[in-house]
Structures are given as structure tokens and as C-alpha cells.
């Protein structure tokens, strides 16, 4: 069975860090681009980062630029996505996608995890 399943998340203070995880099961993530998108109440899916399969090109949108880290081991078959110096406006459920492109579009990415609360409050 085809399987994402992130992890990680949870409350932490403005300025603190998290690293949360997207671990595959059932197939390959080396041979994929990966996503990381959040999504907040009321907001629409954002694209916040994304690697490639082939030379672990990375991207990110400009309000993670700087602070947010994507890597992968692809011995674990996961994707990882570590953040720094978190702002309030990061609170969010993130999830993980599996695409053939390093883009941050949603509708580019064809599997989805069910997602990880992110919550940055003091």
C-alpha cells in the first residue's frame, strides 16, 4: 500500500524550530520530487518548498527563504523539511507530495500525505 506520512509537528514558540518528516512506504521516493505545502484556516494551499529527484535541486518560496531547509535520504526513504526562526504566520497543517517536477504548484503534485499541525504561539 502507497504510503505518506509526515510527522514532526506541533507548538513551539516564535523563534523556535521544528523538523518535520515525510516518510514514504510502498515505493521509492528517490525517483520523485517532493513538496512541502501548508495550508492555514481560511487560506489556500501554499507551495513552501520543494527537491528534485535527480541532483537534490531545491526550491523555495520567498516567505520560508533563508529559515526553511528541505533534504532528503533517500536510504530512508524520507523527505525532511527543517525550520527555523518560525513566525506566527507559519502556523499551518503541512503536508508532504510526491510530483515529477520542482515546482511549487499544488495541482503538479499527484499523492499527498495527510498532513502535520504546525502551531507557532507564545
Known amino acids: 500500500q502507497l504510503q505518506l506520512v509526515e510527522s514532526g509537528g506541533g507548538l513551539v514558540q516564535p523563534g523556535g524550530s521544528l523538523r518535520l518528516s515525510c516518510a514514504a512506504s510502498?515505493?521509492?521516493?528517490?525517483?520523485?520530487?517532493i513538496g512541502w505545502f501548508r495550508q492555514a484556516p481560511g487560506k489556500e494551499r501554499e507551495g513552501v518548498s520543494c527537491?528534485?529527484?535527480?541532483?537534490?535541486?531545491?526550491y523555495y518560496a520567498d516567505s520560508v527563504k533563508g529559515r526553511f531547509t528541505i533534504s532528503r535520504d533517500n536510504a530512508k526513504n524520507t523527505v525532511y523539511l527543517q525550520m527555523n526562526s518560525l513566525k506566527p504566520e507559519d502556523t499551518a497543517v503541512y503536508y508532504c507530495?510526491?510530483?515529477?517536477?520542482?515546482?511549487?504548484?499544488?495541482?503538479?503534485?499527484?499523492?499527498w500525505g495527510q498532513g502535520t499541525q504546525v502551531t507557532v504561539s507564545s
Open positions: 507530495a510526491v510530483g515529477f517536477r520542482l515546482v511549487l504548484e499544488f495541482y503538479e503534485y499527484d499523492y
Open positions: 527537491i528534485s529527484s535527480s541532483d537534490g535541486s531545491t
Open positions: 510502498g515505493f521509492a521516493l528517490d525517483y520523485y520530487a
